[in-house]
T-cell receptor, first 108, second 112 residues
């Protein structure tokens, strides 16, 4: 299967700061998703982004498929952004491989 | 409201017992998935199903079984053969195999 490496593993930010999370893949993927897991365990899909750039409010994501990485940008962070961010990639259409996540804590 | 429901929220299993986790969706999605999450780890795929009456093993299927008799339902049974079942179990669905996945709230399974 595909190995997925996320960095940094942990991140602490002051409210209002910006951050960049990175996801590297061991093999090419033609499908990539970013998720946010809240402290209660619920996963919310943030982006479905096999290539290119997408933006949704204060969040944006960029995937460079040829170089096997994706970036998630969080601007003007808020305490509600705290949680764990996962990326997941697939090249088969059947199975997504998840990274171990970036744990983000935003302090007021 | 459309969504994915999982029950129960917490489940306790005794040694040698089989237990079944429920997953229901009313999104009319064709594909459904079961993942296992251990503390501090990412999600690992147990089983997935692209259509009714068909399902495929994921990376960690040993000790688990599933059925897909209805489009909206994809129950997971944790059998006594699964020696380390304590984990957070998440069900997901998508319109197709390569589409956005939507997750249920999860079931926490503990062994007594």
């Amino acid at each position: 299967g595909i190995q997925v490496e996320q960095s940094p593993p942990d991140l602490i930010l002051q409210e209002g700061a910006n951050s960049t999370l990175r996801c590297n893949f061991s093999d090419s993927v033609n499908n990539l998703q970013w998720f946010h897991q809240n402290p209660w365990g619920q996963l919310i899909n943030l982006f479905y982004i096999p290539s290119g750039t997408k933006q949704n409010g204060r969040l944006s994501a960029t995937t460079v498929a040829t170089e096997r990485y994706s970036l998630l940008y969080i601007s003007s962070s808020q305490t509600t952004d705290s949680g764990v961010y996962f990326c997941a990639g697939s090249n088969t259409g059947n199975q997504f491989y998840f990274g171990t996540g970036t744990s983000l804590t935003v302090i007021p | 409201d459309g969504g994915i429901t999982q029950s129960p929220k917490y489940l306790f299993r005794k040694e040698g017992q089989n237990v079944t986790l429920s997953c229901e969706q009313n999104l009319n999605h064709d594909a459904m998935y079961w993942y296992r999450q251990d503390p501090g780890q990412g999600l690992r795929l147990i089983y997935y199903s692209q259509i009714v009456n068909d399902f495929q093993k994921g990376d960690i299927a040993e000790g688990y079984s599933v059925s897909r008799e209805k489009k909206e339902s994809f129950p997971l049974t944790v059998t006594s053969a699964q020696k380390n079942p304590t984990a957070f179990y998440l069900c997901a669905s998508s319109e197709s195999g390569m589409a956005t996945q939507y997750f249920g709230p999860g079931t926490r399974l503990l062994v007594l």
